[in-house]
């Protein structure tokens, strides 16, 4: 199936395949013949002098988008990139994301939740720059690393805690825990536990979204489906073949790659072949992107291009935002292996500042404003705390529920009740 | 919840099984020996293996810096990065990359982060591994290949950290699976495995890493494989398991012989090929045969003992086969207590077998 490159000319910024250019590994000071505008990973770009990689260098390789926004655009319309409302909201979300996995951190030292926690501090800018721009119809689907992705989509605090702590009140009714927020009502398809499953689950959900607009005819249905995952993934078997998928029919997907430089311990750099991810798209005929992720407005503007060319039946975008996360792995990672001073380097990107910083300076609110939010966050989650205390417990019965389609599972016992219900239940086999 | 107070226990202490407990190279009571836990013997294996075959390989996901369990620490700077490194985070191409080492006969050792990410790699295995020695008629084979992957629960991994896939290998013919129950038998059994001609799925038990403490000596020895042991002799029924869960069995032979019934222990150690005769032995003796692991019950390996017990031992048994396994429901996260089968649930069929 051919794909043309000149795909969607509309203002400003199109995102065109690059379907000539080399491959930047090969020779990366090569530029490319055609002329063609920065968006993609063109390797022209690449801003440094030596052809090996600079394993210490985090890509700055690849301007970012904002930075060529900002360029053609005069300096007294930076503040049109977002407008007060808007930016309230970004700032809101974002804090609530912190807000929310610093209260995990207490509340699992203090044993009210368990299990393998892994938290978002230092990548809500890429959580709230793409999902924040979702209708509700939208999908996401997310990695173990899901809780604000949960909650930018509009999944209440409060259900989200419930989870966490394993009450009936939790968005699965207690099943799934920290790594499996699940919610039908905002298209939040999951909580993958294993690197990579989720993609194709992304992939398949934005097929539907595709057939239901072509083949049933419901022009209405421009339902996007972003697929979030980490640079480990990219290393994965099923992240290419959905890639080739997803391009082969194009999906209206969006593959946003949180690449925050290391998968547990395991250093990107050291472990992939090309280490700048956003190169993987136009090897499957997409446009591949790389965005600051811990810059919210850059990362919004990215997201807008990329949800919108989706949305207008024009295919899938890669896109490689890079990040870090402030804290280890998961809370029962001693997080030894990262450098400190990468670590302050990143400490001082804190997208929440930023944006902060960004708000006040450009004069679309008051300090005063962006701290009211601030205490009506921390109300929020100590809300979803209590209300995650006081709920209760789910029944032994739900152990065997919904193992099959019949929400019973094959739980009932000859005389009509669970058979967990049933006082022999310790005795002899476990059958059920 | 399930009651693991296994700290300090020592399995299987000079007992006198059918068979002596090791004959192979070395003699297991020989020599120093140190308290220490299930991951340093497995260090301590993957040292010696290292040490001693220098065409031997340690790699998977996060093995450098000494794995998320600990088991790889200090192999990196003792052996260098050629021989113990890091891969990308594919199972699928660890283990295939693992058959091709072992296929120019170098020992693969791939470390499989968590026993539940295997299965990207459970083709790689069925339908590569077990199959190679037989389809090149001999040309060529991946005896050098060693899967070493952590398996079971452990307290609070939920879906997709607690699972035990060990029935599932079970059912390939070509490979061997094989599990150790404490540190001695750990290092043992891995270098027996490592230096086994034929490839292994080695599933450590998780929830042993720490817990588990006993005195292994020092030097290179190895256990044989497919030999299970008595390790608690006993007259009126035999219970057969593998793993962490001998832990929870043998509190539960403690506490039945108070009410006097006297149960014989068998750690089956090598799944596949499993040691038929052992326990054949022992159900003659018994009459009566209880199976216990963490699998779901349904297809679990119980269910291939009880039928070849029943086939060999039909007019010997007293009473049904009995199996004390996990629920058939997917690993669960809050409800592990009630899953698992636990030393109550295995009381219970230890009464229900005995008064049948």
Redesign the interface.
Known sequence: MAFSTATAYFAPQPFPLNTASPRSHDNPLITPASASPFFGSTPKLRLSPSPKFNLHRRSGSGVSVSQVVKEKKPKSTRSLLITKDEGLELYEDMVLGRAFEDMCAQMYYRGKMFGFVHLYNGQEAVSTGFIKLLKQQDSVVSTYRDHVHALSKGVPARAVMSELFGKTTGCCRGQGGSMHMFSREHNVLGGFAFIGEGIPVATGAAFTSKYTREVLKEVDCDHVTLAFFGDGTCNNGQFFECLNMAALWKLPIVFVVENNLWAIGMSHLRSTSDPQIYNKGPAFGMPGIHVDGMDVLKVREVAKEAIARARRGEGPTLVECETYRFRGHSLADPDELRDPAEKERYAARDPIKALKKYIIESNLASEAELKAIDKKIDEVVEDAVEFADESPVPPRSQLLENVFADPKGFGIGPDGRYRCADPKFTEGTAHV | MALRNILGKRFGVGLAGRRPLSTATCDVESGNAKAINLYSAINQALLIALETDPRAFVFG??V??GG?FRCTTGLADRFGKARVF?????E??IVGFGIGLAAMGNRAIAEIQFA??IY?AFDQIVNEASKFRYRSGNQFNCGGLTIRAPYGAVG??????SQSPEAFFCHVPGIKVVIPRSPRQAKGLLLSCIRDPNPVVFFEPKWLYRLAVEEVPEHDYMLPLSEAEVIRQGSDITLVGWGAQLSIMEQACIEAERDGIFCELIDLKTLIPWDKETVEASVRKTGRVLISHEAP?TGGFGAEISASIVERCFLRLEAPV?????????F????EP??M??K??IL??IK?TVNY
């Open positions: 996901e996060d450098s810096f998320v890091n891969t990308p985070l594919c699928q191409g539940d990410y990207p609070h991994g939920g879906h997709y950290h019950v009995a199996r004390v396994c996990g629920l058939d429901t997917p669960p996260l809050v409800f009630f899953y089968p636990t109550n649930k219970d069929a229900a």
